[in-house]
């Protein structure tokens, strides 16, 4: 964070600005729900915050950056809750598959008193969830061989994020999960180090991953929320005003990361056919449910029965 005072008027007013980081590109449904924030708090403070954009990773990792918003060596993130689960625990609960139905359902659990629970979690560990985001419902990409039942996974090195929940979902697969930094997934598909990865369209498209995948089946494993987070430290240093606004700034950039999402979701797929991808879009969703059942043991035993049936039940 930078505090720049311009001269000694009295109009001049101190201008502070906070360093945000995250792995897309400065166009992807993460970019446009920043800058969307950055120019809303702008305008709602009369210019006395002002956000700084590193997109594409340039600050590094979603988990180094995390790391850096805790230690308040970075002030800002939006991330998806990929490796969030490893500092919030409590958040690792929407991580998991075929928890949600659709777009419809996972916006109203988190914008409803369970997602909204979860952000009360963070302050105790130095960070502050100012809203949730949103990164997209998860698909499987790889070049070996076209992905149409679960058979076709077992044996795949499939790049995850550091997500034990999503990991153990693939290894019930029979896949082998290997947890990477999103900077290193692009090469590493390159080069063949995994066979495949798994994300949103949105992240295929902005990091161009369709360009280095053969195929890719839209089998939605899981939906992948994302947050915008800040320094504990920095958040307490606003006033209540401002807290506010950078509130309702959230909720104008939310809706604009949303309708991207929903944008990319609707061209992504003639995109990526465009440039010669293989787009599997029937799958069999109860097969790959059936093949990720065994990792609910698991999920049932960390997160409570009740409280997975709680969140599918919402309507
Ligand atoms: O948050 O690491 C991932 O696969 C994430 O989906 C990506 O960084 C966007």
Redesign the pocket.
């Known amino acids: 964070m930078v505090a720049l005072g311009f001269g000694l008027t009295a109009a001049a007013q101190a201008q502070t600005v906070f360093k945000i980081g ?3 590109t400065i166009d992807s449904h ?1 970019g446009v729900g920043v800058t969307t924030f950055g120019d809303e708090i702008a305008k709602r403070t009369n210019g006395r915050y002002k956000l700084q954009y590193f997109p594409s990773g340039a600050l590094g ?2 988990r180094e950056m995390l790391e850096a918003v805790q230690l308040g060596t970075q002030d800002m993130i ?3 809750t ?1 490796p969030v689960g490893n500092f919030v625990p409590e958040t690792r609960i929407v991580d998991i598959p075929y928890l949600f139905r659709d777009y419809d359902h996972a916006r109203k659990v988190l914008d409803g008193p369970i997602g909204q629970d979860i952000l009360t979690k963070f302050p105790a560990k130095g960070l502050v969830a100012i809203s949730w985001m949103e ?1 997209g419902f ?1 698909h499987i990409t790889n070049s070996k061989r076209p992905v149409k039942t679960p058979e076709d996974v077992k044996g795949l090195k499939i ?3 550091e997500n034990k929940v999503h990991m153990e979902a693939f290894k019930a697969m029979g896949a082998l999960p290997t947890p990477m ?2 900077n290193e ?1 692009f090469t590493a598909l390159q080069t063949g180090t995994v066979d495949g ?4 369209i949105p ?1 295929i498209l902005a990091n161009k991953l369709y360009t280095v995948q053969k195929y890719v089946t839209l089998d939605s494993h899981v939906y ?1 929320p ?1 947050l915008l987070i800040i320094n504990k430290g920095l958040w307490d240093k606003l006033s209540d005003a401002d807290k506010g606004a950078f509130k309702e700034a959230a909720k104008i950039a939310l809706a604009a990361n949303r309708k991207k999402v929903n944008d990319d979701e609707a061209n992504g797929i003639d995109v990526m056919r465009k440039a010669g991808t293989e787009v599997i879009t029937s799958v069999d969703n109860a097969a790959f449910q059936k093949a990720v059942a065994s990792a609910y043991a698991s999920y049932n035993k960390e997160f409570g029965e009740a409280n997975i049936k709680k969140i599918m039940d919402v309507k």
Not at 197 to 200: D, F, G, K, V
């Open positions: 995250w792995t897309n993460y990792g979603e939006i991330t998806s990929g990164n998860r790049r995850t994020m930094n999103m997934v990865q798994e994300n949103p992240v992948s994302a």
